[in-house]
């Protein structure tokens, strides 16, 4: 559905009435499909590829992880396998798995962070709201890997050694089905009954970074780096500036703002 910021925010809050009952995921373009990020690469076309994954793949990477972390995993423990899943997974390895956030804010950000505030390429982000609570009782939940049914399971691992899936609130899906959206929408007996699309104007960046500024949910709250202090001091800039203006435009405003600064300090004494 088409919404405003305040609009989502109105609409939200009711949904945060129950605690974790629902998920939330943002996505720069509103046109892209809900897709793990392994199925996004066309190299599970059927059940036998996505076994492979499992047997060859994982502990292919599992070895040089382990040098680097000095930590032992037993991939054949179901919990392990999810925790190793979700570190892979947030350290830009692809998985079965699709990122989710408890906060409905934090997911606003992930929306709204990878538009090119001054040449924005897609005209709406879309923010996603899915009751996995419904989901779970409604389901079968597997973590059977080998499964042969489609499914989309709800996955909660530990936040042990990932410090990025606590500061984002993250929790994910795990699933075998390339499009998750079209299964899950397949599964409604109603619309919005476990899946809600929010389509939000990408010109609207700016007072959405503003507010979650104020909120402190920022690139440096989400994934603390000397990267992430130069990303949020360039997200506080944007979130000033008008969305789209051409380079010209761009030069005579940071002028402007030079010589208001120069007038709020005076002159120079001799």
Not at 88 to 111: E, K, R, V
Not at 129 to 152: I, P, R
Not at 232 to 242: R, V
């Amino acid at each position: 559905m088409d919404i405003s910021w305040q609009e989502y925010k109105v609409e939200v809050s009711g949904q945060l009435e129950r605690p974790r009952a629902v998920i939330y995921r943002g996505q720069v373009n509103s046109d892209w499909e809900l897709s793990s990020t392994i199925h996004r690469t066309g190299q599970l076309p059927s059940h036998s590829d996505f076994l492979i994954y499992f047997e060859s793949i994982l502990p292919f990477v599992q070895e040089p992880v382990e040098a680097w972390d000095g930590l032992r995993r037993n991939l054949s423990d179901p919990a392990q396998l999810a925790e190793f899943l979700a570190f892979l997974q947030h350290h830009g390895f692809p998985t079965p798995l699709l990122d989710w956030t408890f906060s409905p804010y934090i997911a606003a950000y992930f929306a709204f962070e990878g538009v090119n505030h001054f040449a924005p390429q897609y005209e709406k982000v879309a923010i996603y709201s899915f009751n996995q609570q419904e989901w779970s009782k409604t389901f079968k939940q597997t973590y059977d890997w080998k499964e042969k049914e489609g499914h989309v399971t709800f996955l909660n691992p530990t936040y042990r050694g990932n410090p990025k899936q606590m500061l984002q609130q993250g929790t994910f899906m795990f699933t075998n089905r390339v499009n998750i959206e079209e299964h899950i929408l397949h599964n409604e007996k109603y619309e919005g009954q476990f899946l809600n699309k929010y389509e939000i104007s990408v010109k609207e960046r700016g007072r959405v970074f503003k507010e979650l500024n104020a909120m402190n949910i920022t690139a440096l709250q989400l994934n603390p780096s000397m990267e992430s202090v130069c990303k949020k001091s360039y997200e506080e800039i944007c979130a000033n500036l008008q969305m789209g203006l051409s380079p010209k435009e761009f030069k005579a405003l940071l002028e402007s703002l030079s010589a208001i600064k120069t007038n709020k300090q005076g002159p120079e004494k001799g």
